[in-house]
Structures are given as structure tokens and as C-alpha cells.
């Protein structure tokens, strides 16, 4: 699994790491590891680029999910 694609997943499952991100998300992503091209992908919200960063084959349903740059829930 991606870096990234376990951030988004972390996002997607706690809360407590949903409310870091939302308060400071360029800490939050540094923090986890994230690049300067991942934190970017996430900041613009730029589906395209995250999945292809994530690894993640757009076919298979990322341009449906929400929450995963920051959305409330």
C-alpha cells in the first residue's frame, strides 16, 4: 500500500486523525510522511492525482468517495 493510500484510509477511519488533518493538514501529512506531491494531490482535492499517486485505478470507484480530502462527514 501506498503512503498515501494509508493516509486516506487513516482519514477515512479516525476520527481523531480526521481533526488533526482538518486543523492543520500540511502538519498532519508531514507528520505521516507524506511528500511534497502527495500533500499537494490532497490540498487541491485533484482526484486524478491522488488516485494516480495512491496507486489507485479511478475505474475502481475514487471519484466516488468523499472524506478523503477533508469533507466533513
Not at 498515501?4 to 493538514?25: E, F, I, K, S, V
Not at 501529512?29 to 500533500?39: P, R, S
Given at each position: 500500500?501506498s503512503k498515501?493510500?494509508?493516509?486516506?484510509?487513516?482519514?477515512?477511519?479516525?476520527?481523531?486523525?480526521?481533526?488533526?488533518?482538518?486543523?492543520?493538514?500540511a502538519?498532519a501529512?508531514?507528520?505521516?510522511?507524506?511528500?511534497?506531491?502527495?500533500?499537494g494531490?490532497?490540498?487541491?482535492?485533484?482526484?486524478?492525482?491522488?488516485?494516480?499517486?495512491?496507486?489507485?485505478?479511478?475505474?475502481?470507484?475514487?471519484?466516488?468517495?468523499?472524506?478523503?480530502?477533508g469533507d466533513?462527514?
Open positions: 500500500m498515501l493510500l494509508g493516509y486516506l484510509n487513516l482519514l477515512d477511519t479516525d476520527a481523531a486523525a480526521r481533526a488533526t488533518h482538518a486543523a492543520d493538514p502538519t501529512m508531514t507528520q505521516f510522511g507524506l511528500n511534497d506531491a502527495e500533500q494531490a490532497v490540498l487541491s482535492g485533484d482526484k486524478a492525482a491522488i488516485g494516480q499517486l495512491a496507486g489507485v485505478d479511478l475505474k475502481d470507484g475514487l471519484t466516488t468517495q468523499s472524506g478523503c480530502t466533513a462527514r
